[in-house]
């Protein structure tokens, strides 16, 4: 059977590790490594501070995928590889990035140690009973979410952890199509009601001399990330709108309080578009566009901050002419708006 090695390619900003999910029992698909194969448990370094230590990622060892033309073969990461990971991870900012069996975002989670094993006899997870081969890359992560503790970690529903990212292999083989999200008509209709409300406030807002900075470099991050794919999509996936955000966060220019509360708001309804495994998808490339997640959870503590959340406009309706948004509804795997026609 085949054997491939995954790597990091450092030209491409989405390479590498995105976070770290709590699992019970993962596995790996294409090239969003979701690494559950390791039947190893995480130890309880401390019960009373809510810490918990395990294997992030783990050289040399063969993982068995099947591809979806049902062949059949083994990966792995290099030493190297590894390192590089555990690198990247800390320098991007993404120690509070964490997710609960790869579907859900959960906060409260956060790594507070991070090392490579130099020496399986004399590193410290041995005194935890676990023993780790020289290169593995090693968490301590803080538990401050109470329900994460009390009903997944104290029962015993998740019992290691795993990566989520992307890697470059070597191989040429067939890559599965990446399809256009089911609801594209209600992303475009919502993207218009942006354009719109830009323009509107644009025309409406009186000078406001209080602007705000020191969002998150990873906010600038995604916005390049999203012009990138943008570019390669031959610019199709953004009004003028998105457009201009991303090269505002690029440049790290500052915000005012109602332009914030229109990124909020934006960012709230886009991300049911948001697709991680699907890098080609204009809703995708959209929320990145805007500064993804941490750029939406720097506005919301910036608003709250201000005592200005009270006035955020979340009543954006995502649907087409004649329908409603009624919640969410589950659609491959992931929430997307239940449009439903207006009574």
């Given at each position: ?332 795997g992931r929430k997307v708006p239940n449009c439903v026609p207006v009574k």
């Amino acid at each position: 059977m085949e054997v491939y090695e995954l790597f990091i390619d450092e030209e491409k900003l989405e390479s590498g590790i995105h976070a770290i999910s709590i699992v019970e029992d993962p596995a790996i698909e294409e090239n969003f490594i979701a690494l559950k194969a390791h039947k190893i448990e995480m130890a309880e370094v401390n019960a009373e501070k809510r810490i918990l230590m395990g294997p992030a990622l783990i050289p040399n060892k063969k993982i068995y995928r099947r591809g979806d033309d049902d062949s059949e073969y083994y990966i792995f990461f290099s030493e190297d590889t590894v390192r590089k990971a555990s690198q990247l991870f800390l320098s991007r900012g993404n120690q509070n990035n964490s997710t609960l069996e790869h579907k859900y975002d959960l906060n409260g989670m956060s790594v507070v140690e991070s090392w490579i094993v130099e020496d399986p006899k004399k590193d410290k997870s041995t005194i935890y009973n676990l023993s780790m081969p020289k290169g593995t890359w090693m968490v301590s992560v803080k538990v401050n979410n109470e329900e994460v503790w009390e009903e997944f970690v104290k029962t015993g529903r998740v019992r290691g952890f795993s990566i989520e990212g992307y890697f470059s292999d070597n191989a040429d083989r067939p890559k599965e199509d990446i399809e256009e999200d089911l609801c594209s008509d209600c992303f475009n209709e919502l993207q218009a009601e942006y354009a719109l409300l830009e323009a509107l406030s644009a025309l409406e807002e009186e000078v406001e001399l209080e602007s705000y900075g020191g969002y998150p470099e990873s906010a600038s991050n995604n916005a390049k990330l999203g012009i990138k794919r943008n570019k390669e999509l031959n610019n199709k996936c953004a009004t003028q709108v998105g457009k201009v955000r991303a090269q505002q966060l690029v440049r790290r220019e500052k915000f005012t309080v109602s332009t914030m509360k229109r990124i909020y708001s934006y960012l709230s309804r886009a991300e049911a578009y948001y697709d991680a495994s699907k890098p080609e998808a204009c809703g995708t490339i959209s929320y990145l566009l805007w500064g993804g997640k941490s750029m939406k959870n720097w506005v919301e503590s910036k608003l709250k901050g201000l005592d200005e959340m009270g006035s955020v406009d979340l009543d954006v309706n995502p649907c087409q002419e004649g329908y409603e948004m009624v919640g969410f509804k589950e659609k491959n795997g992931r929430k997307v708006p239940n449009c439903v026609p207006v009574k």
